[in-house]
Structures are given as structure tokens and as C-alpha cells.
T-cell receptor, first 115, second 114 residues
Framework: AQSVTQLGSHVSVSEGALVLLRCNYS??????LFWYVQYPNQGLQLLLK??????LVKGINGFEAEFKKSETSFHLTKPSAHMSDAAEYFC?????????????FGQGTELSVKP | DTAVSQTPKYLVTQMGNDKSIKCEQN?????MYWYKQDSKKFLKIMFS???????INETVPNRFSPKSPDKAHLNLHINSLELGDSAVYFC?????????????FGAGSRLTVL
């Protein structure tokens, strides 16, 4: 069965510092992996996705994530945090087509950015 | 032009009442979903429809009944509301349900049961 674990429910960084949000997954089949971001009082929007092409995936707003099969990880990084990056971030894995393509979310990580 | 729109955005009601949340998408997608986000921000899928056909029905009380009159609409009706139903409900849509599809979410409907 597929599942996702995000390490750290809250991460705080200073503006300009590296952002690292951790995500580990378990999957019985090659996974599709996603990062979504939720700004306060809004719905989720896609940051980036991995679908078995390049292992380093670039997304919007300067974020990127690297798929590491040996570590079953898909950590999200950004070299330099901006105040506008403060939000809730969700890692997700999806089930295969024959299981409805269901998207399973991690618990979320709240990112705070200090001036 | 909002891609996935939900109404109402806020809903405050008493225990035992029945309420509905409506969702419409103008993206031409075939698949629509309802997710529930609890007070700890945890997101859990409730239902998924593909071209008006129910394809995912999680362990949700049968007080919750989705209805898809056409592939652009997916409504959620809740009977006999309970305190534990208080949450933010998100509608989403995707081109299909292959697993690689990206979901587009609505802004959410915050339900408060008193």
C-alpha cells in the first residue's frame, strides 16, 4: 500500500536561507509523487510532480525536488527562502490507475519564514 | 474565471441539520473529487467520480452522499450533521484518474457544526 510521511510538522527558516522539507514514501509500484502548497485560506496548488522521467524535478517559485529510489525520498528544496513562501506544504503519492488513481497526502509541513 | 468553484465558502449550522456544498469545474476535466481537511490540516479523500461514475468511495458515513449530475459538477450532501463533521471540504478535478494527473483544487468550503 502507498503512504507518505513528512518529517517535521513545522519548519522555520530565515529569509534567504535554504528551505528543506522532507518527504518519504512507501509504494509497492513505481510511484507518482507530488508536492502541493496551500496558502492561508486557499486551496492546494501544484508545486511540482515526479512521473518517472528526470529524478530532479523543477517546479514553480524556485522549488525543486529529487526522487531518490534507494532512500524512498522526495525532499523539497529551495536555495533561498522568501517571505512569500510561508505556507503549508504537502507531499503526496498517487495510487495506480486500477486503484482509482487516488492521491494520498502526507500530514503537511508548515513553513515559517522569519525576516 | 475560476477553474474549480465551490459554494458556499463558509457554512455554519446546528447539529442534526442537513446541508449541501456545490462544486463546478470549467476545465473540461473528466474526474472530480471531494477531500476533507481536518483541524490538523490532514487531507483525506472522500469520493471520486469519473464522468459521473463513482470510482472511489472511502470509509465515509453514509450520511454523506455525493451527486454528479454531469461531469462538470459534483455536489456533496450531508445529512444529520455532527460536531465531527466540522472541517474544510475541498473539491478538486483532474483530466482523468490515471494517477499521474494533477489535481486542481477549489478554494474550500469551511463547515462549522455547532
Amino acid at each position: 500500500a502507498q503512504s507518505v510521511t513528512q518529517l517535521g510538522s513545522h519548519v522555520s527558516v530565515s529569509e534567504g536561507a535554504l528551505v528543506l522539507l522532507r518527504c518519504n514514501y512507501s509504494s509497492s509500484v513505481p510511484p507518482y509523487l507530488f508536492w502541493y502548497v496551500q496558502y492561508p485560506n486557499q486551496g492546494l496548488q501544484l508545486l511540482l510532480k515526479y512521473t518517472s522521467a528526470a529524478t530532479l524535478v523543477k517546479g514553480i517559485n524556485g522549488f525543486e525536488a529529487e526522487f531518490k529510489k534507494s532512500e524512498t525520498s522526495f525532499h523539497l528544496t529551495k536555495p533561498s527562502a522568501h517571505m512569500s513562501d510561508a505556507a503549508e506544504y504537502f507531499c503526496a503519492v498517487s495510487l495506480p490507475y486500477n486503484q482509482g488513481g487516488k492521491l494520498i497526502f502526507g500530514q503537511g509541513t508548515e513553513l515559517s519564514v522569519k525576516p | 474565471d475560476t477553474a474549480v468553484s465551490q459554494t458556499p465558502k463558509y457554512l455554519v449550522t446546528q447539529m442534526g441539520n442537513d446541508k449541501s456544498i456545490k462544486c463546478e469545474q470549467n476545465l473540461g476535466h473528466d474526474t472530480m473529487y471531494w477531500y476533507k481537511q481536518d483541524s490538523k490540516k490532514f487531507l483525506k479523500i472522500m469520493f471520486s467520480y469519473n464522468n459521473k461514475e463513482l470510482i472511489i468511495n472511502e470509509t465515509v458515513p453514509n450520511r454523506f452522499s455525493p451527486k454528479s449530475p454531469d461531469k462538470a459538477h459534483l455536489n456533496l450532501h450531508i445529512n444529520s450533521l455532527e460536531l465531527g463533521d466540522s472541517a474544510v471540504y475541498f473539491c478538486a478535478s483532474s483530466p482523468g484518474h490515471s494517477g499521474a494527473n494533477v489535481l486542481t483544487f477549489g478554494a474550500g468550503s469551511r463547515l462549522t457544526v455547532l
